[in-house]
């Protein structure tokens, strides 16, 4: 299994955390992708962001990923 399968697999298992980690060894923008997860996913677990907040940014977060991922060269 390559990289960009990999990646893809951790995002379909809902590993958004380790698939951003292995696509930062990639491509640099990712740094941002992290950043806002980050941030987000402390923000839920304080209780400030909701349920369907934290939905909608992981989704996000995730197309994003998958974005910069279909523009890696093999």
């Known amino acids: 299994m390559d990289k960009k399968e990999q990646i893809r697999e951790l995002i379909a298992q809902g590993q958004t955390e380790g698939a951003l980690e292995m696509l930062a060894e990639q491509v640099k923008a ?5 950043t806002r997860f980050t941030g987000a996913k402390k923000l839920y677990a304080q209780g400030v962001m909701d349920f369907a907040e934290w939905s909608r940014t992981l989704a996000q977060i995730n197309d994003a990923a998958l974005k910069l991922l279909d ?3 093999d």
């Open 30 to 34: 990712t740094l941002l992708l992290q």
């Open 71 to 73: 523009g890696l060269k």
